[in-house]
């Protein structure tokens, strides 16, 4: 059983950064790929981007690519998303997820352990 929990979330103004953390305890790390979504207001939980086992490949939703980045470091079991030039539309409860799936990674169903979420408030 794997355990995660998310950090980071705040308020911010729109074109700042946010960086989100989410430890991994419980089992090996490197068995899953790592994935973020999100959930806003009204809305479906919805794919944002997810980290292969190495870390080797990375792969973002279209709506944040090119201003989001997902990393992952093996020795501290923790996997992160950079957020910059946020915008208000990214405002969401942000969850991390891991997955023992061989592929699918943008489906939520492929995710076997998900963390509690951060909110994460953007303003105009």
């Known amino acids: 059983q794997v355990q995660l929990v998310e950090f980071g979330g705040g308020l911010v103004q729109a074109g700042e950064s946010l960086r989100l953390s989410c430890a991994a305890s419980?089992?090996?790390?490197?068995?899953?790929?790592m994935g973020w979504f999100r959930q806003a207001p009204g809305k479906e939980r919805e794919f944002v981007a997810f980290?292969?086992?190495?870390?080797?490949?990375?792969y973002y939703s279209d709506s944040v690519k090119g201003r989001f980045t997902i990393t992952r470091d093996t020795a501290r079991n923790t996997v992160y998303l950079q957020m910059n030039s946020l915008k208000p539309e990214d405002t969401a409860v942000y969850y991390c997820?891991?997955?023992?799936?061989?592929?699918?990674?943008?489906?939520?169903?492929?995710?076997?352990?998900w963390g509690q979420g951060t909110q994460v408030t953007v303003s105009s």
């Open positions: 997820a891991a997955s023992v799936a061989i592929s699918g990674f943008t489906r939520r169903d492929k995710y076997d352990y």
């Open positions: 419980g089992g090996t790390f490197s068995r899953y790929v």
């Open positions: 980290i292969t086992w190495s870390g080797d490949i990375a």
